[in-house]
């Protein structure tokens, strides 16, 4: 089973390379969601390998996937599945010029996290994590606009002096494994409970490592990139950054978690990932209490989860389980948020939410699935988030952590509120008349948006405004038609399959405790969860 | 497999095929195959309810992926019994949607939340574990939010209900979730069983239970957590709106029951004190506005904070009481309690049918523009008239029943033996009998406005005029609805008994039944068999009619065109009394409480001082908890949004900073 | 045995009340005449109206529904019950239906209840000002009475009226304790607003910023007003023969035989009357209160009956 | 005879670090941060060899030759080009050149302190030095904090990633040579990054002030 380790990674690294040489839109379109597909396929395969109990290694031991890694790498595949599979249509209004790079970085982001979750060892672990940064600085920047270009300098400059921290803690950490006699950075080996290890430097190197890597988290303080990124990238890459990036990057504060509190014992860490983990719920609920960009929005949503994925690794073994399980269901449906939500800024032209209103009786098409994830988003069951959550809050009483989770609630209630209430606005609600210029403008952008192959989407972020005052002029606005019935639009603007399985999934995979429940028992075990 | 088993299985399946009934069936359809399936379904749980009511066992096992105590479903008698309750309104209101969901009422999402409602209220009783409760409490959330939707596109006012209600379910949600999770700490488990070997002396359950208390309130619409209702309940369809209010409001009930009889039976007497308070408060607030409502949606709306508060008024009497073992008025306090929340149920549901039946013929819910309908729709009315005379506790009704056993408990609560029990108990009952007194007052009043105006006295607006009767599909159930409040109240005692078993073994309360079906309350020596006054009405009935009949044959009646009206002249209808002024002397009563705003404009003729062309009056009273608790709190958090922006202005600069500080401070950390 | 005892003091009280009603209001509105310096109507005059009214054909209005016709009979049906009720003439209870304190209130509230929907049917601003009055002091009124029955029944231990009585005929000290005065003086101004008697209503004004009881009978006529004006006069009297059982339980038959029928029925009457002439005289020198000053004298009488009940507790 | 000479080297080297991370705050031409960073490079890679050579590693002294490669020349080439094609412009420091000063010095005994209560186990001469990394590390990310320049942002970084190769290698001899193989391609494939963003924001808006990047916000 181990060639499964190395398809995640060589698979993508060669569709990148062809979809950049060979000169075939179908080829570089698809290139991404195969990339997901081989990733997925692996990921499975190796939980299979996991749960006849065998442990895959390669290359040394240097690739090698645990109950853990195997889960992540699934969840790698099936969050980018849905992202690479669901943002087909929107692939399809990349300039030409750039298309092939667009879908060749993907893949290779794809394969960068793969590398993440499946390297045995922190250092290359680090390089990967880093190269994830290097993979999707030009896709945030993609849409080559001012603000898309900023939002990439942002992302470049904190992501990587963020991780250029985690770096240091890394080192620190490796220095404090010469204790060992032979000098590691092997996962495996530095899990071992009993490691003559230097615990102030493993205390610090956690602590580093941990802050460097909340950066690419999206933890409160060091997310400050996140709303910028997630808002300027293409959904599908937005998608796949809220989806997984985040989770790798909780996924190796978890490994290191392990090491340190093998040596120096929860509580520092706890106290860290609490502190870490309520400062992004407050910070996600202060920004969205007044949030007027609805992928911002989805941005905040991230960092808020997040948050609770902290405070349940701060909980520790008891909600480990949780919390795997969050990684799974936040990455699908927030991969499917993002994905609608690109379709809606392509068909309605704006991010702003107040410019988007009535979609369910316009866009029933779009609004409903949007309800639905959003349902699943804040945690409603049958949704998995629901049971995460409450397995989350419950472990936490357990472990007397009640004031944490207590104030976490809190913050929870502020959370949910507003995003009902920015849900709502979009949504619900009679259309306005055909009168304004604000809901003309979209349509004056509809049929070109809607022809494949042309460039519009530079225009459509960039030149709104210039749309709306052009619109306004129009014969459309100058013939008062206010009773011009609305006729819905029932188009998905994409394809609908992969949005519906992943929905679907996550409302069915908290409710499978074979093999699921087994697997995040295994994964948890790993992490020196339950015993 | 177990009868119950199979019932709550079958429960499962319906709820498939009804969610595929939904999906699949055309409009012209859906409705009366939607409509069936969500009533068979609602069937299913009366079944497995009272399967378990009986005493039937049996347990289903919901997998998960997570490592957690297993998730059971196993109502035991109490859940059986809610599970009943629930079940008869879940069909009362499938009935009535078959007939009345039209357009956006019938739409999918509309069929498909209802079924998801429905299953989700059924099966929350069944629940022997945290977890589970908690899943099925969320899956009726949603069902119920998503119900709401309904009227969305035509009506400006359902976003902020949705909002509202959302915010307001998951303010609940998250004081249960608390609560319970700080009992699953406590007790290191998450299966009820567990939980109720916490010892309710400690603090952490102290703090547990009033987690739960708000929770739980929050559900059955107590005072504060009540500002929801109004907004939510007129958006909803009439036979949504039963649902919530008639069988939702009972899910927080039996969650509150599930604490103080089953989880924590033998707390601390403040817990009783402080549930009284909230009940009481409650039960004042919610008929004071419900009273002075013009919509007649706001104003059952209201009537469920009432009715719910004096439940609760029931349920602390009875914890209270039995702090001070004063254990045969516990007991029937919470038997009363009980009563009170099944007559409700009845009453509470078939008054908001028969407003959804109202809305559908009148297209209107404002009182002021009703009138007449008693002549124009007679099976409405009718029933109408039975449940309002429930909700006003009059006799041969279930509410009375209720309230007659309530106040029996009370009075008889304080001594045992001719000794004071305790001065909590002795302050507390005469101010319990007080409240519900006067509650009862207010209520009589309220009904009294409801009835009269919309259905006596000539049609105030055009539509009013032309309101027709409704089908027949949909007078079945309100037919139902009201032969359940009168029987309730005719034949009280086989009820009264089911429930004094349901709650075993914890509390073990002797009630019978006597004569034909009456209760008779042994513990606290109180006797009610309300046929007997049936037939004593009817016997002094027989001479009346008598002389009636004599009379009626030599002097027949005449009918004049107009009223009389004092010799006055020609009186149109808009002359009448409406709803608004009948309340008026009321709100100069309690102009403090409700704090209405008046604006008074008057027109002068020309340029004389005296001579008035015309007044404008304005006068609307609003929710004093919202105005004064919640739209600080609001506002705070809107200016605290606006201010947070700056913590995220766009400077990469800060945003470094940010990063810089937080690496110092680790260092700093790590060093120490 | 003690059944048909009781189905016999039951109809002893109902005919005899039917009777005395009539009479009690015509000794009220004549000593009211005579100290008025009126010559006045006699008292038998209410009984004529009566008979005059059962002989008119009844006029209804176009609009108007069966609550018309049904409502009169309503109140008249629950005030006649409130005479079967009562421990007037007699403390026997019924088999299975106890005097109790809930169920008569009750009771007294179909009819309360009867006479507004009458008042709101007609259609008309009286009717409905009338309806809309009366409702409000209904509302304000039934804790008052709940709450000094409540008090009265603490000493007896119970909630039936019957046992109330019979515990102050067999322990006459409870009935000037300062609980028990408390409690009469609540009761007594209750009886007298839900009977719309002067402060809270002036039973003999057509003025409309006044008029409570005579708006809502404005639209009745023939027999309708005869089944209202009488099922009103009943409940006065049954009230005041409560009340002045309640004060003076002197009389009353606890243990059937004729001779203490006729004597019950003999005191019972003299006192009802006798409290009849207190009532009016009472009235000569009253005025009747503002309307809107009238839920102050109820929120008075409601904190003493409270004060009564509380009292109750922390002194026994 | 080399090991008596190596504790001197190893403070010339370190101490050549931190002069150089303290001067580029003081300086605010751009050009003059650049041979700075060289100077730096070479210093970096002048203590990767004096390392290699004292443990007789021939690992050590290829990434020495690395470092001074990629560090010492590439890196700054690269810088300098960028930089001598755009018109001169000066940094304008958010902080003015003495509070950065007394903000360094503040930076430099923190990061003694540290060190000092990390490092308890350790006597060897290296450790000493390590103090000298994590004060780059701060410096280069004060650097990042004020200065509104891409260019200088960029070199920030740089100084910050120095900073941590510094500690890298005095307190455990470096990291295995294939992850630092990596480590450096990933730093120099941010700096390609970075640039070519810099110069897609030169062709946007004319030059490469970071304070009108404030477009995005709530």
Same mark, same amino acid.
């Given at each position: ?13 060669? #569709? ?81 010029? %750039? ?57 470049? /400059? ?135 960009? $609805? ?24 909600? #480990? ?75 936490? @009483? ?134 | ?96 949607? /078959? ?39 969320? /899956? ?18 359902? *976003? ?12 609940? $949600? ?358 007997? %006054? ?14 009636? %009949? ?26 009448? @009394? ?95 | ?89 007699? &403390? ?55 709450? *000094? ?142 309307? $809107? ?8 009488? $409601? ?14 | ?73 590439? #890196? ?58 994590? *004060? ?29 190769? &510094? ?40 030059? &490469? ?6 477009? #995005?916000?709530?």
């Amino acid at each position: 089973m181990s060639f499964a380790l190395w398809t995640p990674l060589a698979i993508p690294a060669v #569709l990148a390379l062809l979809s950049l040489v060979v000169p075939s839109p179908a080829l570089r379109r698809l290139s991404p969601v195969a990339s997901s597909v081989a990733v997925l396929v692996s990921g499975l395969l190796l939980v299979s390998a996991v749960l006849a109990d065998q442990v895959p290694t390669l290359a040394g031991g240097l690739l090698r996937a645990d109950a853990l890694s195997a889960y992540m790498l699934t969840v790698v595949g099936a969050v980018g599945l849905v992202s690479t599979w669901g943002g087909l249509g929107h692939a399809g209004n990349v300039p030409a010029r %750039f298309a092939g790079s667009y879908d060749a970085l993907i893949s290779v982001f794809l394969a960068a996290m793969s590398l993440a979750v499946i390297a045995d060892n922190i250092g290359l672990m680090w390089a990967a994590v880093e190269a994830t940064t290097i993979a999707t600085a030009f896709l945030v920047g993609h849409h080559r606009t001012p603000r898309s270009l900023e939002a990439a300098w942002k992302y470049v /400059i904190l992501g990587s002096v963020g991780v250029a921290i985690a770096l240091l803690g890394i080192v620190l950490i490796y220095a404090a494994s010469r204790g060992t006699g032979e000098a590691t950075l092997s996962w495996l080996v530095l899990s071992q409970a009993g490691l003559p290890l230097d615990p102030a430097l493993i205390r610090a190197g956690g602590a580093l490592a941990v802050l460097g890597f909340a950066t690419k988290a999206g933890l409160a303080p060091m997310h400050s990139w996140l709303p910028d990124a997630h808002s300027q990238a293409p959904a599908p890459v937005s998608g796949l950054m809220s989806g997984v990036l985040l989770a790798v990057a909780l996924y190796a504060i978890l490994r290191i978690q392990t090491i340190t509190d093998a040596v120096i014992g929860p509580d520092f860490l706890r106290i860290m990932l609490s502190v870490g983990g309520l400062l992004s719920l407050f910070v996600a609920a202060a920004l969205l209490i007044r949030q007027r960009d $609805f992928k911002r929005m989805l941005a905040y949503s991230s960092i808020e989860h997040m948050g609770m994925m902290a405070i349940g690794a701060a909980i520790g073994a008891a909600a #480990l389980p949780a919390v795997l399980l969050y990684v799974l269901g936040h990455g699908l449906t927030k991969a499917t948020l993002f994905v609608i939500s690109g379709r809606i800024l392509e068909v309605e032209g704006t991010p702003k939410i107040d410019d988007v209103r009535a979609l369910l009786v316009r866009r029933p098409g779009l609004a409903v699935l949007w309800l639905i994830a959003m349902a699943a988003l804040i945690g409603f069951p049958p949704f998995s988030i629901f049971f995460s959550e409450v397995g989350i809050i419950v472990a936490g @009483y357990a472990t007397g952590m009640g004031v944490v989770v207590g104030i976490a609630l809190v913050l929870l209630l502020v959370i949910f509120a507003s995003l009902t209430r920015l849900t709502v606005a979009m949504t619900i609600g009679a259309p306005v008349a055909q009168t304004s210029a604000s809901v003309a403008a979209p349509a004056a952008v509809l049929p070109s948006a809607a022809a494949p192959g042309i460039d519009v989407t530079g225009a459509m972020t960039g030149v709104v405004p210039a749309a709306g005052v052009g619109a306004s002029v129009t014969p459309v606005d100058a013939e008062p038609r206010p009773e011009a019935p609305i006729v819905p639009d029932r188009s998905g603007h994409g394809p609908m399959l992969p949005l519906i399985l992943a929905l679907g999934t996550t409302a069915v995979v908290a409710f499978i405790a074979e093999p699921v429940g087994t697997l995040l028992t295994r994964a948890a075990e790993v992490l020196g969860g339950i015993q | 497999m177990t009868a119950l088993e199979a019932g709550m299985l079958s429960q499962t399946l319906l709820l498939v095929v009804a969610i595929a009934a939904a999906l699949a069936t055309p409009l012209s359809w859906r409705s009366r195959v939607s409509g069936t399936f969500c009533t068979l379904l609602a069937a299913a749980g009366i079944v497995t309810g009272a399967i378990a009511l009986a005493g039937g066992t049996g347990s289903l096992s919901i997998p998960t992926a997570l490592p957690m105590d297993p998730l059971a479903l196993s109502p035991d008698r109490l859940g059986g019994l809610v599970m009943v309750v629930v079940s008869v309104v879940g069909v009362l209101a499938s009935l009535f949607g /078959i007939g009345s969901a039209r357009v956006a009422s019938a739409s999918r999402t509309a069929w498909l939340s209802m079924a998801v409602f429905l299953f989700g209220m059924q099966l929350v009783p069944a629940a022997t574990d945290v977890v589970s409760f908690l899943l099925f409490w969320e /899956i009726m959330t949603l069902g119920s939010t998503a119900l709401l939707l309904a009227h969305h596109a035509t009506r400006g006012t359902v *976003a902020s209900a949705l909002v509202w209600y959302s915010a307001m379910s998951q303010l609940s $949600f998250f004081f249960v979730l608390a609560g319970f999770a700080m009992l699953a700490g406590l007790a290191g488990g998450t299966g009820f069983a567990d939980l109720a070997t916490i010892d309710p002396f400690t603090w952490q359950a102290s703090v547990a239970f009033l987690l739960l208390l708000l929770g739980f309130g929050g559900k059955a619409e107590l005072v504060p957590l009540h500002v929801w209702v109004p907004r939510v309940l007129p958006e909803a369809p009439g036979h949504v709106a039963a649902a919530m209010s008639g069988a939702m409001v009972n899910i927080g009930v039996y969650g509150a029951l599930l604490v103080v009889v089953r989880l924590l039976p033998d707390g601390p007497a403040w817990w009783g004190v402080l549930i009284m308070a909230l009940g009481g408060v409650s039960a004042l607030y919610g008929i004071l506005q419900a009273s002075v409502a013009s919509n007649l949606k706001v104003l059952l709306a209201y009537s469920t904070t009432e009715n719910m508060g004096l439940v609760f008024l029931g349920l602390g009497a009875s914890v209270l009481l039995r702090a001070d073992n004063a254990t045969a008025a516990a007991d029937a306090a919470l038997v009363a309690a009980l009563l009170l929340m099944l007559s409700h149920a009845a009453f509470k549901s078939t008054l908001f049918l028969g407003a959804g039946a109202v809305a559908r013929a009148a297209g209107e819910m404002n009182l002021d523009r009703l009138g007449g309908l008693g002549s124009r729709m007679p099976w409405t009315a009718a029933a109408f008239g039975a449940a309002a005379m429930g909700a006003a506790a009059l006799p041969v009704t279930s509410g009375f029943v209720a309230e007659w056993m309530l106040l029996q408990a009370l009075i008889h609560g304080s001594r045992v033996d001719g000794e004071v029990v305790s001065v909590a108990a002795s302050v507390a009952m005469p101010l319990a009998v007080a409240v519900i007194a006067l509650t009862a007052g207010l209520a009589l009043l309220t009904f009294v406005k409801a009835y009269g105006i919309a259905f006596l006295a000539r049609p105030r607006s055009q539509e009013a005029k032309q309101a027709r009767e409704v089908p027949v599909i949909m007078r079945i159930p309100l037919a139902i609805g009201a032969l359940l409040v009168i029987g309730l109240g005719v034949l009280p005692g086989p009820l009264a008994v089911a429930i004094g078993g349901a709650v075993g073994p914890e509390f073990t309360p002797d009630v019978r039944t006597i004569g034909l079906a009456g209760i008779d309350a042994r513990g606290i020596d109180a006797v009610l068999d309300p046929i007997t %006054f049936v037939v004593l009405a009817g016997l002094l009935l027989v001479p009346v009619l008598i002389v009636l %009949f004599l009379s009626a044959r030599r002097h027949p009646t005449r009918t004049s065109p107009l009223p009389w009206a004092g010799g006055g002249s020609r009186l149109r209808p808009r002359m009448q @009394y409406t709803a608004t002024s009948y309340a008026e002397p009321l709100v100069r009563v309690f102009d403090d409480v409700l704090r209405p705003s008046r604006d008074v404009e008057v027109t002068h003729a020309g340029e004389s001082r005296y001579l008035v062309e015309r007044v404008h009056v304005e006068q609307s009273v609003s929710d004093v908890v919202e105005t004064r608790l919640y739209r600080p709190v609001l506002n705070l958090m809107q200016r605290a949004g606006i201010l947070a922006r700056r913590a995220q202005n766009g400077s990469i600069h800060r945003y470094l900073s940010y990063s810089f500080v937080a690496l110092l401070v680790v260092l700093i950390v790590v060093s120490l | 045995m003690t059944g048909a005892a009781a189905i016999i003091i039951a109809l002893v009280q109902l005919v005899l009340f039917v009777f005395l009603a009539p009479v009690l209001i015509g000794v009220i509105r004549q000593v009211r005449a005579r100290l008025e310096g009126r010559a006045g109507s006699g008292i038998w005059q209410p009984w004529r109206d009566v008979r005059k009214l059962l002989a008119k054909n009844p006029v209804r209005a176009a609009g108007s529904s069966w609550m018309l016709a049904a409502g009169p009979v309503t109140l008249l049906v629950s005030s006649l019950l409130l005479c079967a009720l009562l421990p007037l003439v007699g &403390t026997l209870p019924l088999p299975l239906i106890p005097s109790d304190l809930f169920v008569i209130v009750s009771v007294m509230l179909i009819g309360v209840v009867a006479l507004a929907l009458v008042g709101l049917d007609a259609g008309t601003a009286f009717g409905g000002m009338g309806s809309s009055r009366h409702m409000t002091v209904a509302a304000l009124v039934e804790p008052t009475l709940l709450l *000094a029955v409540y008090a009265l029944s603490i000493p007896a231990g119970t909630s039936t009226l019957s046992l109330i009585v019979e515990t102050r005929l067999a322990n006459p000290a409870v009935i000037i304790s300062p609980v028990s005065l408390l409690a009469m003086v609540a009761l007594a101004i209750a009886i007298m607003a839900e009977t719309s008697r002067l402060p809270v209503d002036n039973p003999s004004t057509h003025l409309e910023l006044t008029m409570l009881h005579e708006a809502m009978v404005l639209e009745a006529s023939g027999r309708d007003l005869a089944w209202l004006e009488l099922g009103s006069w009943l409940k006065l009297a049954a009230l005041l023969g409560l009340l002045s059982n309640l004060i003076v339980p002197w009389g009353i038959v606890t243990d059937f035989s004729v001779l203490g029928v006729i004597v019950g029925v003999g005191t019972v009457t003299v006192k009802v009357l006798l409290l009849g002439v207190v009532l009016s005289v009472g009235e000569v020198f009253l005025a009747k209160a503002r309307l $809107f000053r009238v839920p102050e004298l109820l929120a008075g009488s $409601f904190a003493l009956g409270l004060l009564a009940v509380t009292a109750s507790y922390l002194v026994a | 005879m080399f090991t008596t000479v190596y504790p001197q080297l190893i403070g010339l080297c370190t101490g050549a670090l931190l002069l150089t991370s303290a001067l580029m705050v003081w300086r605010h031409s751009l050009l003059a941060s650049i041979r700075l960073l060289s100077v730096q490079g070479f210093a970096l890679a002048a203590l990767v060899a004096v390392i290699g050579v004292e443990e007789g590693e021939l690992e050590v002294i290829l990434v020495a030759v690395l470092v001074l490669l990629v560090k010492g020349m590439a #890196l700054p080439w690269v810088l300098a080009r960028e930089t001598h094609a755009t018109t001169r412009t000066d940094e304008a420091p958010r902080l003015n050149p003495t509070a950065a000063l007394l903000t360094v010095a503040l930076l430099t005994i923190l990061s003694y302190v540290v060190a000092s209560r990390l490092l308890t186990g350790d006597t060897s001469i290296s450790a000493h030095a390590a103090p000298i990394g994590l *004060a780059m590390v701060l410096i280069g990310f004060l650097l990042l904090v004020t200065r509104r320049q891409a260019g200088s942002q960029l070199i920030g970084f740089l100084v910050l990633d120095n900073g941590i190769a &510094t500690v890298a290698f005095l307190t455990s001899g470096g990291v295995p040579l294939f992850l630092e193989l990596g480590i450096s391609l990933d730093v120099l494939l941010v700096v390609v990054i970075l640039y070519v963003f810099a110069g897609r924001m030169r062709n946007k808006f004319g030059n &490469t002030e970071i304070d009108q990047l404030r477009k #995005l916000h709530d």
